[in-house]
């Protein structure tokens, strides 16, 4: 294959790696489904089995599961460490359920090695989240300023591998380099693939910025670039372990703005709860279903 052509075939699969989750919402809009996949994450059972977390969730509700913490050696669902084969179990699992997996959060890759780690590392996670049927790649970012470039790095060398495979990447605000809406911008600038965009989290926002930056203000900078969001909330000072709608994250606002800047459909995936046992757990993760629903009609 000559070397434009090449070019041009992966061009193709990054915007349709991309899109696929907003061509997915049309489709939805246009037989008069919503446009949203309401969800949650693992996180609030982490310190149980992820086979506990997919149980509450399809009780309370849901219909999509973002794979994330949970009890494990790795303390995730899916890390670089998983096999292929265990992702794919891990994929029948919520199928059974009746789960689709628009999220997964994998950890970080060991680009503290070597780039060609890091690169082997992220081709893994890629690869289990295919394996599991999993939509999106959400990525931490990096902190340390020294392995930011080779982390990027690997994430724009992969992005094309994970477009073959249906795999969108994305980063969140999450602190460090990546904390706020422009942080992540330059970012998506920087690796400069069409698949990899941003997974926003208002809670974050706040709690990364001690409370002074409100994402409403934040939301307007990140036009053009969301694919899914955290749905987070915080209350001060630095706590996001509560019920989304409980905390000072202004949600009709920050929904109204990213719509406003073209995230008209996919993935709202509830990450805290309140804390407490699976009876009020579960109480907890139906409130949010019901919070989110109201809040997207």
């Not at 009780?59 to 096999?83: D, F, N, P, Q």
């Not at 893994?124 to 939509?135: S, V």
């Not at 602190?175 to 809670?203: H, M, S």
Request: charged letters at 20%; one cysteine or more.
């Amino acid at each position: 294959m000559e070397p434009s052509n090449e070019l041009s075939r992966r061009s193709f699969l990054s915007r349709t790696a991309a899109g696929a989750l907003a061509v997915h919402a049309a489709s939805a809009g246009a037989a008069g489904e919503s446009p949203w996949q309401i969800g949650c994450y693992t996180r609030p059972w982490a310190k149980y089995d992820y086979r506990v977390a997919l149980d509450a969730i399809a009780e309370a509700g849901y219909r999509h599961v973002g794979l994330m913490t949970t009890k494990s050696e790795s303390r995730l669902v899916i890390s670089v460490a998983t096999t292929v084969e265990e992702a794919h179990a891990v994929g029948g699992e919520c199928k059974q359920r009746g789960l689709a997996i628009p999220s997964v959060y994998g950890g970080g890759i060991p680009v503290n090695k070597s780039l060609e780690a890091g690169i082997a590392g992220l081709r893994r996670l890629i690869d289990n989240c295919a394996a599991a049927g999993a939509a999106n790649l959400m990525m931490g970012g990096i902190g340390a300023g020294d392995l930011c470039n080779r982390y990027y790095d690997a994430v724009a060398a992969c992005c094309p591998y994970a477009a073959e495979k249906g795999v969108g990447v994305s980063v969140k605000p999450h602190g460090g380099l990546n904390a706020t809406g422009p942080q992540c911008r330059e970012l998506i600038k920087r690796v400069g693939q069409d698949n990899f965009r941003i997974w926003y989290d208002p809670g974050n926002i706040f709690y990364y910025s001690d409370g002074a930056l409100d994402p409403v203000d934040d939301a307007s900078t990140v036009d053009g670039l969301v694919v899914g969001m955290s749905v987070k909330d915080y209350r001060h000072p630095k706590d996001v372990m509560l019920t989304p709608g409980t905390g000072q994250v202004d949600f009709p606002r920050v929904m109204e703005r990213l719509k406003g800047g073209g995230f008209t459909g996919g993935p709202l995936i509830v990450e805290c709860l309140a804390p407490g046992d699976l009876a009020q757990t579960l109480a907890e993760a139906k409130k949010a279903r019901a919070f989110v629903e109201q809040l997207v009609g």
